[in-house]
């Protein structure tokens, strides 16, 4: 079966761009911890769609994760990775959890280049297929308080254009998406609800994953949603070092 694959797909950001790929007749495989929400998503999507949805269950964070979704997907033709799963801490780095500060890079980098290397190879040999990453405007700068957080997402935006540009002469498209603050469960599972950024107005799930899935579909390489976002993503390349950090120590803080 032709599917899309679609990580952390029980919530948030993940589950509404299921939703689009829904609308557009594609079958879905989706992935996160949670069967029970995981089940709920099939049902609402299935019940209302003309699309088979599978449900695969995995810690991606793990380091058998990655290639377990694989494997259960060996018979089907994926066209679509949307490596959206990840997740953020907050707090002074070396008072933090090592472990979870550990399984945040496991979960948004390394997972992340697992699945793309695991299925780029057939995508290529199609010449067809598209990646979509999802980064953060996170990615733009450092994050005093989100160290780890922020690092991560520097990565998943060099990486994704780096793919961009090996894949430049073939019919396979990577695409990267940088969100800025969104309602989600993502501020409370980093614990920053009360932070000034969400505080000050976040951006719907709704209205972030509908801009990912066109941007995708139209090929664009970075797309950040939101105007604030993009000027302050444009603005930093022309502020120094040291004012990016100030600035956003005192917005973590
Ligand atoms: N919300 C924001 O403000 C914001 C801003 C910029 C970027 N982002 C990025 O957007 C992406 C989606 O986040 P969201 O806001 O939609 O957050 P969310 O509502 O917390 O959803 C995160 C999803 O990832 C899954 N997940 C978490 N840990 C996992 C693991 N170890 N293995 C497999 N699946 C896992 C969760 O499912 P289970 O718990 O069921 O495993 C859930 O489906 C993330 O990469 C995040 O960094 C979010």
């Known amino acids: 079966m032709k599917l899309a694959l679609i990580t952390g797909a029980s919530a948030g950001i993940g589950k509404l761009i299921a939703y689009h790929f829904a609308e557009d007749g594609i079958n879905l495989a989706i992935v996160a911890r949670r069967e029970d929400k995981l089940q709920e998503v099939k049902k609402e999507i299935e019940d209302k769609y003309t699309i088979d949805v599978l449900i695969i269950v995995a810690d991606l964070a793990s380091a058998e994760g990655p290639t377990s979704v694989f494997e259960k997907l060996k018979d089907h033709e994926v066209t679509h990775l949307v490596n959206n799963a990840g997740f953020g801490t907050n707090g002074i780095f070396w008072e933090m959890d090592r472990k979870t500060e550990l399984q945040q890079i496991g979960l948004n980098i390394a997972a992340l280049t697992e699945l793309t290397h695991l299925f ?132 973590n803080k």
């Open 120 to 251: 780029l190879p057939q995508m290529v040999k199609r010449n067809a297929g598209h990646v979509l990453n999802i980064a953060s405007t996170a990615a733009f700068q450092p994050g005093p308080y989100m160290s780890v957080y922020y690092a991560t997402k520097a990565y998943v935006l060099a990486f994704s254009e780096g793919l961009s540009g090996e894949l430049s002469e073939t019919n396979v498209w990577v695409s990267v998406h940088c969100p800025g603050a969104t309602r989600t469960e993502f501020a409370a599972v980093a614990g920053i609800e009360n932070k000034l950024l969400f505080k000050a107005g976040s951006a719907s799930a709704e209205a972030v994953a509908k801009h990912a899935y066109e941007a995708m579909k139209r090929g664009k390489v970075v797309s950040i949603h939101g105007i604030g976002n993009a000027l302050m993503a444009f603005s930093i390349r022309f502020t120094p070092r040291f004012i990016v950090r100030m600035l956003t120590k005192t917005i």
